[in-house]
């Protein structure tokens, strides 16, 4: 596939990785964007069973690691997860890998939100891929104790039945954060604005499996890993939740989410409150996150995005914006 930006962090000016990204994301190995492989057969029996109509349901990931300057399909020991176009009924989805890489360059390089590390990748047969690094091995290795929060609230399918992923709460998962995690305060901002990163970009499946924390080896305490799969769910399943769960549990509502259904200013400014965060920090952290607009746009335009999608996917972020300003 010729290319003409790094197909990592979106730099023009390249045909392949850039050197910073080919450090950053394999070890300074000089991997090529285009993989020797064609797109693994698509395997309904991987698929996840769900009630609820979902992109992750739908997603199958492989794992790959690196033999010498190639990435290659492997069953153990993989170091990064490759998601292909995925198969189903949903719209535009062979838009989904880069839909996944621009959302996650807008949370890394826009918000300086902490996630995966990841790239767009080409089949053999010039079919796109999105391919994240994991991050749950040391340096050495060796696997980190990770657990993602379906585990750490003790939900699984047996319990709590196919919907067990979002009959949580946002505000619960900060509960059990708030549980497990000694530097809470610095953990819990980050949470938050993932959490409002999450509404403007209409990521309508961020379940209890999409955050996780893991052990830190240094200091033996729990907190937040990397964030991961964050993409605009809204252009391939419309009519989605605008979040994957309630912002507040027991069904809690403020008086204008009742006037209004939907999420604004007074929801994320309550919210904030309850998961313990005072109302300087919140409206510090609050107008940084609704003044990005000028570099939102310059990603979008420079994504690999198709130009419809583009504007849609522009269009869905305004239309956010506006909700969080009022
Ligand atoms: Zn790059």
Redesign the pocket.
């Known amino acids: 596939m010729k290319i003409e930006r790094?197909p990592?962090?979106?730099?023009p000016g390249?045909e392949t990785?850039?050197n910073?990204?080919l450090k950053k994301i394999f070890d300074g190995k000089k991997v090529n964007h285009q993989l020797e492989f064609t797109r693994p057969e698509f395997n309904f029996a991987k698929l996840e069973r769900s009630d609820r109509l979902s992109i992750s349901g739908i997603q199958i990931k492989h794992s790959l690691k690196l033999e010498n300057n190639k990435l290659v399909l492997t069953e153990k020991d993989g170091e990064y997860i490759l998601k292909p176009i995925p198969g189903g009924v949903f719209k535009n989805l062979d838009q989904v890998p880069y839909n996944e890489h621009l959302t996650m360059r807008i949370a890394s390089q826009v918000y300086k939100i902490d996630t995966a590390l990841n790239a767009i990748v080409y089949f053999a047969d010039d079919e796109p891929a999105y391919i994240a690094k994991r991050f749950d091995r040391t340096k050495e290795g060796r696997k980190t104790l990770q657990e993602d929060f379906a585990q750490i609230a003790g939900r699984t399918e047996e319990t709590n039945g196919q919907n067990y992923k979002y009959d949580f709460s946002y505000e619960e998962i900060a509960e059990l954060m708030n549980k497990h995690i000694k530097p809470y305060r610095i953990e819990v901002e980050k949470y938050f604005r993932v959490i409002i990163f999450n509404y403007l970009f209409s990521n309508g499946d961020a379940h209890l499996k999409n955050f996780s924390l893991y052990r830190n080896e240094e200091y033996g305490d729990y907190l937040l890993t990397k964030f991961y799969d964050l993409l605009n769910t809204s252009i391939h399943v419309p009519g989605e939740s605008d979040l994957a769960l309630d912002l507040f549990k027991d069904n809690f509502e403020t008086d204008a989410y009742k006037s209004g259904s939907k999420y604004t200013k007074p929801d994320f400014k309550v919210f904030s409150k309850r998961i313990g965060i005072n109302k300087n920090r919140f409206a510090k952290i609050y107008d940084a996150m609704l003044d990005k607009t000028k570099q939102v746009k310059k990603i979008i335009d420079v994504s690999f995005l198709r130009d419809d999608l583009k504007e849609v996917y522009y269009e869905s972020y305004k239309n956010k914006l506006e909700r969080l300003r009022s």
């Open positions: 790094c990592a962090c979106l730099k390249f990785y850039c910073p990204c």
